[in-house]
């Protein structure tokens, strides 16, 4: 997001570029004069107010497997183990029936969580397979199995299914991520067997596939790199013996000869090998090694996939006592008052509880950071929700547990018109589309993400958004810390 | 040298009017490539939407009967696709920065304002570059999925809300050795230049020249003939006026005193078009009406056989007053 605000945010790059060498330390130092203290507080304070409130929002969908399948055939749910064999056997298998001509898609769904904001659809698998393939029916066409441990959904396009629905009566599902798993693999090869495309079951090779892929990768690339260094060897030799590197002082072709004999004599040489051809062997080894380097490093990039270099620092930082927090009480998940500022470091977030994408991995992330600080120091982390109608004590006590959030992390819930003025006092963007599938009515959030530092005496001082990294906030937060104990 | 010099002038020039710097009007170029698709999921009823250029713009056609307003960043009118054509609002936050290369927002633009519409267009039809559509392409990606999120371009229609949805998926870059044959080329066209052959190196001239003059007809056509999200008369136009330009190259090669300057402006030509097709060696999803290996294919070949001809230009050959490779001392001082 930092990088489509710095490609995107007009007003934002040249203010923001303005705003990022202001460092976090307190004011006065550096001899600034008032005048420049005061233009660049405004700068900062501009710039900031511009990025929040024109960052693009981040979208809290409402049902996550509808992300997943959009663009694979298999959704798992993140936070159930399921046995690596298993979901390797499942993957081939749906992979074997796409090519086989019977593509289907699998949703796993092995508890109420894994439906986000469609909760009330737990336990009514048929119900959601329609919801579900009706969400998806704008890229997907074909049939989707929904495995939950009440039973079996299918739809097919709004063909009907009631036939192949009644073939999997008799499957037992076993309880865990394993029975869910099992069961799937099942319905999938009586599906297909009903639908004249048996399907065998794929011996379970959960690691040995991609290892095989990439050592081909590597092989191949390594063919390519091979067959270009035979190619330059090649022409070289030929240049090099059409035209040798030194000509013989003496010329003459008698004169050449007596040289390449005292050079061989010299170098103590077998005499059928002539000095060029070391040459040549070295270069080939030298140009061989680098390429073996590039292609190694070639399959370390490849694998590192698109984890783009984010920068470390926060978009924004703001001197001490340049910008107050705004002031706030609401109340947390136990029902007691949290209010900002505290008398404490502060991280500042803005949450969906029912988000199911970006607000638990940047949860994680904010847990991870005070983690790595000693237990004495670390702040506490307000997550004002952006969703009130989801602000009920199950779904934040149910994200409390499945997020395994530390217990620094206090929820901020109240009134809709409170939450609405805190959201607009930090430039916190939120929109609510309803969306309306088989009667049922989704509320899906967008918002921006991000998340301030508010140091001990109620100072904003840094603005994250997101996707930031465990580090660069762990750095904010020591650098207060620091500043803190210097006084 | 002088005549060097100025067929490199005149090469540069050539090479710098291409389609890139016609079509400015949505961005300082269009892209050739991009790691990153925007698909559209749904889109109201009546409503014509399309992605152009992979995950930059989007393309709306509105009914005649229909009032369409897309809202901006903050919720406010942003763009209006009514009867008097296409409008946008001046004091939308998002006419400013939402563009390939946002400008600074005026203190006169308030979202909260109401809008001050501005015809931009005459038509039902309009494309604009879309930030929302690659919002989320540098977000956390989940190592073995390639879907990023879902994007939401809010908008009203006849007053009543509604919206365009799709999808952002990630595309991982092609392997590097796309960039291996350059200079494996290099190093074999060196091992035979050193050989002082002029009839050599008057046949590498050859194959270099024609292998450029492909990788620019075929360059061109893999631009000109893209649509976005039509093939304008204009873009046939440009593709008819490249093709009079690389015919005209391949006469001035027939005429001996010319020869020399063909050569080179047909070399840095294509330099120039192989340098704006690189992105296609190292980002994952290209853009051109040819399937992507091939592209990348003309990219590799613009590059290799210009960096080729140059190298075969300078380091050695000289030409006769009648056109024809003589040699120098690849020693000589």
């Given amino acids: 997001m930092r990088r489509h605000l710095l490609a995107a945010g007009a007003g934002t790059r040249a203010p923001l570029a303005a705003a990022r060498p202001v460092p976090l330390r307190t004011t006065g130092r550096n001899g600034w004069t008032w005048n420049a203290l005061v233009v660049g507080l405004a700068a900062v304070t501009l710039a900031a107010a511009t990025i929040a409130a024109c960052a693009p929002p981040a979208r809290a969908d409402g049902d996550p497997a509808s992300d997943v399948l959009y663009s694979e055939q298999l959704f798992l749910p993140y936070d159930v183990p399921f046995p690596p064999r298993l979901q390797a056997q499942l993957r081939q298998l749906l992979a074997a029936g796409a090519r086989s001509g019977y593509p289907i898609r699998v949703a796993v769904i092995a508890t109420a969580y894994d439906l986000g904001s469609i909760g009330e659809l737990w336990g009514k698998p048929q119900l959601y397979a329609r919801f579900l393939g009706t969400e998806l029916s704008l890229v997907y066409h074909g049939r989707l199995l929904i495995v939950m441990p009440n039973g079996f959904g299918l739809y097919r396009g709004g063909n009907p299914v009631a036939l192949e629905q009644r073939s999997l009566d008799k499957v037992k599902i076993a309880p865990g991520g394993g029975g869910l798993a099992r069961a799937a693999i099942i319905a999938v090869r009586q599906l297909a067997a009903a639908a004249g495309h048996p399907l065998t079951l794929p011996q379970p090779q959960p690691t040995k596939v991609p290892a095989v892929t990439a050592a081909s990768h590597t092989l191949r690339n390594l063919l390519v790199i091979a067959a270009g260094v035979m190619l330059m060897l090649l022409v070289w030799a030929i240049s090099l013996r059409l035209r040798p590197l030194r000509r013989p002082s003496t010329g003459g072709r008698e004169g050449r000869r007596h040289r390449t004999r005292s050079t061989r004599r010299a170098l103590r040489l077998p005499g059928r090998i002539r000095p060029v051809w070391p040459l040549i062997a070295l270069l080939g080894t030298l140009v061989l090694i680098a390429n073996v380097a590039f292609a190694l490093a070639e399959r370390k990039t490849s694998h590192a996939g698109a984890a783009s270099a984010h920068a470390l620092a926060p978009d924004v930082t703001w001197s001490a006592g340049a910008r107050p927090a705004a002031a706030f009480t609401l109340i947390d998940q136990h029902a007691r008052p949290v209010s900002v500022p505290s008398g404490r470091t502060t991280i500042l977030t803005f949450i969906d509880p029912l988000c199911r994408n970006y607000c638990p991995l940047e949860a994680r992330v904010l847990d991870r950071t005070i983690n790595q600080l000693p237990a004495g120091s670390r702040p506490q982390i307000v997550a004002v929700s952006v969703n009130p109608a989801a602000d009920t004590r199950a779904n934040l006590a149910l994200d409390q547990r499945k997020w395994r959030l530390s217990p620094q992390w206090r929820w901020a819930i109240g009134e809709p018109t409170a939450l609405a003025r805190i959201w607009h006092t930090y430039g916190i963007t939120v929109q609510v589309v309803p969306q309306h599938t088989l009667g049922i009515t989704i509320q899906k959030i967008v918002h921006t993400e991000a998340t301030y530092l508010i140091d001990r005496h109620g100072f904003q001082r840094a603005l994250y958004l997101w996707p930031f990294k465990t580090a660069a906030v762990a750095a904010g937060l020591r650098q207060l810390e620091a500043e803190t104990h210097g006084g | ?333």
């Avoid at chain 2, 300082?28 to 999921?41: G, N």
């Avoid at chain 2, 050193?194 to 292998?211: G, H, V």
């Fill in chain 2, 1 to 333: 040298m002088r005549q060097r010099a100025i067929c490199l002038a005149l090469a540069l020039t050539a090479a710098c009017l291409t389609p890139g710097a016609a079509f400015a009007h949505a961005g300082p170029t269009p892209p050739v490539a991009t790691s990153f698709i925007a698909r559209i999921a749904s889109t109201p009823l009546g409503v014509q939407a399309r992605i152009v250029d992979a995950d930059q713009q989007l393309w709306l056609h509105v009914p005649p009967t229909t009032t369409l307003v897309v809202l901006g960043l903050a919720g406010e009118p942003y763009l209006r696709f009514s009867a008097r054509g296409v409008e946008i609002n001046k004091h939308s936050p998002a006419t400013y920065l939402n563009r390939a290369q946002p400008a600074t927002v005026p203190t006169t633009a308030n979202p909260r304002e109401p809008p001050l519409w501005q015809r931009i267009q005459t038509g039902r039809s309009y494309r604009w570059h879309e930030d929302r559509l690659h919002a989320l392409a540098f977000t956390a990606r989940r190592p073995t999925s390639r879907y990023l999120g879902r994007w939401l371009i809010p908008l009203r229609i006849n007053g009543r809300p509604a919206r365009i949805a799709g999808g952002l998926w990630y595309t991982p870059p092609p392997t590097r050795l796309w960039f291996w044959p350059i200079p494996v080329a290099l190093v074999c066209l060196v091992g035979l230049l050193r050989l002082r052959r002029p009839r050599l190196d008057a046949i590498m001239i050859a194959i270099l020249t024609l292998t450029e003059l492909a990788a620019i007809i075929a360059t061109h056509a893999l631009r000109d003939l893209h649509g976005r999200p039509t093939v304008p008369a204009s873009q046939l136009a440009w593709l008819a006026a490249s093709s009079a330009v690389a015919l005209v190259l391949v006469l001035l090669i027939l005429r001996p005193r010319w020869r020399a300057v063909a050569i080179l402006a047909i070399a840095g030509y294509a330099l120039a078009e192989g340098l704006t097709l690189l992105p296609t060696l190292y980002k994952g999803h290209t853009i051109g009406a040819l399937p992507p290996p091939l592209e990348r294919l003309t990219a590799l070949t613009a590059l290799t056989a210009s960096a080729g001809a140059l190298l075969v230009l300078f380091a050695g050959t000289s030409f006769d007053p009648k056109g024809r490779p003589t040699r120098r001392s690849l020693n000589s001082p």
